[in-house]
């Protein structure tokens, strides 16, 4: 039996839209290769900083991990290439917006004198929504407000009237929408076209020296991304909530459905080059990359372990 570590970060990187690799644990699915995968966090992960699920691949002390490609592009800036992303994940967006009542047939230009609470206030999401609202012409007929720092707080802003729309990722809005508190309007997954939001990560020498495991693990979360889209979310949700014990189940179901329909997980283990150049060029265009200094996919992505 192959063995591989994978840090997921803080307690909170465990988000519904990161379930692929949770239901092939819970489908066999590594098992059946001969693999057996233990989930660790940066709190139980040794040397570890804030974010600590990167510092600990590059420790060694995980052998993978789960998050954006955008962090191995700025590390390849400031570092080298020597973290690569090797397995998709999330291949699209997951924020969204979300208001008091529903709104079938929302616009982004219905954003136009409206405030926006940027709930999560988390970096890359924010500037990516800005550079959505220039692509539209927007970016200076929305009121964008950062968020409290109380995520109740400000889900009541929203519900009460004082703001107009809630941004954040489905994870979080979820329980609110499944109380009936807001109402989903517009997922972003469309908006910002397809980008590899979220991928699988590793050293570069490591997926050299166990290629096999990797084999495995690529094999495994490409069978569990099939699944999920051929599955509705009720089924998938009885497969992963033993995952998220404190995550309530009519918000776990309501949730994956949101990402399912709005196609934000991978449709397979492979990452595109278009897709993983568009998202470059968007971290550029928003200035969290370097534009004078490409990312070339070839020596950032590598797919030998759904090769093998």
């Not at 539209?136 to 950062?146: K, R, S």
């Not at 703001?163 to 910002?192: K, N």
């Not at 166990?210 to 051929?230: G, P, R, Y």
């Not at 990402?259 to 283990?269: C, D, E, I, R």
Request: glycine letters at 8%; a negative charge; charged letters at 15%.
């Amino acid at each position: 039996m192959q063995q591989l570590i994978f840090n997921q970060g803080d307690a909170s990187e465990s988000r519904i839209y990161y379930c692929a690799h949770y239901l092939a644990d819970n489908l066999g699915l590594f098992a059946a290769g001969q693999l057996q995968v233990t989930f660790t966090t940066s709190a139980s992960g040794g040397h570890t900083v804030q974010g600590g699920q990167v510092p600990a691949v590059l420790n060694r002390d995980a052998d993978l991990t789960l998050g954006g490609p955008m962090v191995v592009m700025k590390h390849f800036q400031q570092h080298g290439a020597d973290l690569q992303c090797f397995c998709a994940s999330v291949a699209a967006n997951p924020w969204f917006l979300a208001a008091a009542q529903a709104e079938p047939d929302f616009q982004l230009r219905d954003l136009r004198g409206k405030r926006v609470v940027d709930v999560g206030n988390v970096g890359t999401a924010t500037m990516t929504f800005r550079w959505l609202l220039a692509q539209h012409g927007l970016q200076d007929e929305v009121t964008l407000m950062a968020g409290s720092g109380d995520q109740t707080r400000d889900f009541a802003a929203v519900a009460s009237g004082e703001a107009d729309y809630a941004l954040h990722a489905m994870h979080m809005l979820a329980p609110a929408i499944a109380d009936g508190q807001l109402s989903s309007v517009s997922s972003l997954a469309t908006l910002c076209g397809n980008v590899p939001w979220s991928a699988y990560i590793a050293r570069a020498d490591v997926l050299v020296e166990k290629a096999t495991a990797f084999a495995a693990f690529s094999h495994a979360i490409e069978q569990a991304l099939v699944w999920i889209a051929s599955h509705d979310a009720a089924e998938l949700a009885a497969r992963v909530q033993q995952y998220y014990p404190d995550y309530p189940l009519d918000a776990l179901v309501t949730g994956l459905a949101a990402y399912q329909q709005a196609h934000v997980f991978a449709p397979g283990s492979q990452i595109p080059q278009a897709e993983f150049t568009h998202f470059s060029q968007l971290l550029s265009a928003i200035g969290w990359l370097d534009p004078s200094q490409p990312v070339p996919y070839h020596a950032l992505v590598t797919q030998a372990g759904v090769e093998k």
